[in-house]
């Protein structure tokens, strides 16, 4: 009874105060929280080499980060070097092998990376002078060897070959050429021919130019004290030798007057990639930087942004539509990008457009201000557990020459900021007016309709190296039809009579993906029927297809053909590209491209079915040297292209030894080892169990 008696009284107690607050308001935001950033201690070497210490003895370890305060380079048609150069600082020195350098990394529990313009490394107390000793070893003694620059282009090659059939990697690269223009380092694509072009001796020279201790900042962070680490700075860095370093000018990218509408046409995609941006005048640590990322948070800086509120829970265009807004010491940006379906791309960036507006013309709430920088104040302080944050806040500190109070009264400033401000900031720097606005996807179906954000409804085409070119410009000469161009390619491969004596057929291939190497052998046989086994190492995967019905089996798990892919199995024919008019594919020749520097015809096809494929024809040679299509699974639906290469007869009849499968984010090199034709496969190979 007692203890009833006293719950009531409590419950009485505290009754009255909750009867007197008001729901329906958001409680008054507190004072800002006092953040506590550790003070740094700093020194400068005779040689320049500035060093800030942040002595932090949470945890026993210590990290090292060292910037170089230069110019990027601009490096034309040789791009990529400089990024290369970065990298080969990891793969040995005059001391140490790549190999021995990744040992005693390993050994040490330590985290090791270099770029072209930066070295971090972190591990534990006790190592310290030893890590400080491998990263003055690169500083000072790094060996660039080509034959790790060749590993080193052949990555980037294909990673360029992946990003060449990715719509969210081209708008990125393609938005970079836009807004910056190429004469500038920010819009300076990395390309198959600039990659193949530069040299050793190129990133030797950047190296040897560039990494100088008059323009480094080191800071050091961790469980270590001014007097050491100015000990170990003065051991290891000291000889050190400084130079003068090139400074580069370079034309300040500017928003183009009016909204220019840019596109990149994709055929067959079923979907849009749409970015909107322009040139952003934002130093790092101005008097606007803060209130900048509020503006960007409440647009689209986060799944609360109105963007995403509005494209994907209230129109359902997308799953996900946001926005940045990046200050930057030479220029900043601006864009607010999403991913829709074709057919509401005009709709979607309505959409974006008018949220734009609606920020920079009426005030927002204070609910929704609280909101975002809460959001702010939360990601700032999860941040600083960092010690990366902490080494970045001292440098910028010294390098921008910010106040050195700016971090620490990061939380004040944001909770100081208003819906004025928030207004007059808007106002400041979202431009709906002065927009590049590009859209990857397909351009039969999407021109029209986005040529209307142009004042001059032009819609500039540009291809995935962000190169501008006329569709118009390379007009079907006089008497070339689809029929003709289907009929050259069928002389060109061998002629149907040739084609036509190939009643079965193995194709025995190897390739690679995501690091994988795969072995694959398709087995048909006329019309339609197909066996084929993916062998990848740790998994198998197995077709069949008899003509009629069939699966693909995999991990354990078995899936019958039904659908679309049904009917794109019975569509698969041997000789498909004998007898289209007879299976009802309507084809029509609907202009011309260029495919890898090869000018092509392109020819689109629509199956009975409804479900619509590209293939494009080389004009000097007849042969096919790129399908694109859509394909469904039950992830989702992918645009899938595959390149052909390397044509050679084999029994009468010419076919690809290379090809290239981009599906998805994923790119297969494919290299055709043998075709095996007319070996007699048995009907009971194809049989579905």
Known sequence: MKKLFFLILVIAFVNPVFSQLDRSKLPEPGPASEIKIANYESFELKNGLKVFVIENRKLPRVAFNLILDVDPVLEGENAGYVSAAGDLLRTGTKKRTKDQLDQEIDLLGATLTT?????????????????????????????????????????????????????????????????????????????????????????????????????????????????KAKQLVEKYLSKWEKKDVPQMTYPTPKAPVVNKVALVDRSNSVQSVIAVGYPVELKIGSDDAIKASVVNLILGGSATGRLFMNLRESKAYTYGAYSSMSPDRLIGSFTAFTQVRTSVTDSAITEIIGEMKKLRNEKVDEEELQKAK???????????????????????????NLPKDYYKNYLKTLNALTADDVLATAKKYIKPNNLYLLVVGSGDEVAKNISKFSVSSKV????????????????????????????????????????????????????????????????????????????????????????????????????????????????????SMLDYDERGVKYELTGM???????????????????????????????????????????????????????????????????????????????ITSYEINTGLPDSLFEVK
């Open 115 to 227: 770029s072209a313009t930066s070295i971090f490394a972190s591990g534990l107390e006790r190592n310290k002078e030893k890590l400080m000793e491998i990263v003055s070893d690169i500083i000072l003694n790094s060996v660039f060897k080509q034959e790790e620059l060749d590993k080193i282009k052949k990555q980037t090659l294909s990673g360029l070959a992946t990003a060449k059939d990715d719509p969210n990697s081209i708008s990125q690269r393609v938005g970079r050429v836009i807004m910056n223009g190429k004469d500038h380092p920010y819009g300076e694509l990395e390309t198959e021919e600039t990659v193949n072009s530069f040299t050793l001796d190129m990133c030797k020279s950047y190296y040897e130019s560039y990494f100088r201790p008059n323009v480094a900042y080191l800071a050091i962070v961790g469980d270590i004290n001014k007097a």
């Open 593 to 671: 491209e260029t495919i890898n520097g090869k000018d092509t015809y392109k020819i689109s096809f629509t199956q009975p079915s409804g479900k619509k494929s590209t293939a494009f024809y080389s004009v000097e040679l007849g042969f096919l040297v790129r399908t694109a299509s859509s394909v469904s699974t039950a992830q989702g639906t992918f645009n899938q292209t595959i390149d052909m290469d390397d044509y050679r007869e084999v029994q009468g009849v010419k076919y690809p030894f290379k090809m290239n499968q981009n599906f998805g984010p994923q790119s297969i090199e494919l290299t």
């Open 460 to 575: 500039d085409y540009y291809d995935t190296n962000g190169d501008l070119y006329d569709p118009s410009a390379k007009k079907i000469p006089a008497g070339i039809t689809a029929e003709s161009v289907i009929k050259k390619y069928v002389e060109a491969i061998g002629g149907r009579e040739n084609i036509l004596k190939v009643k079965d057929k193995i194709t025995n291939m190897t390739g690679t993906v995501q690091g994988m190497n795969l072995t694959i052998t398709i087995n048909q046989k006329e019309p339609n029927k197909l066996y084929q086994v993916l062998d990848a190492g740790v998994f198998q995967q197995k077709t069949i297809f008899d003509g009629t019905k069939g699966y693909t089996e995999g991990m354990g798990q078995k899936t019958e053909f039904t659908g679309e892919q049904l009917e794109d199995m019975k569509d698969n024919s041997l000789h």
């Open 374 to 400: 809460n959001l702010l104040s939360g990601s700032f302080v999860r941040n600083l557990e960092s010690p990366e944050t902490i080494a970045r806040f001292a440098i910028n500190t010294a390098r921008y």
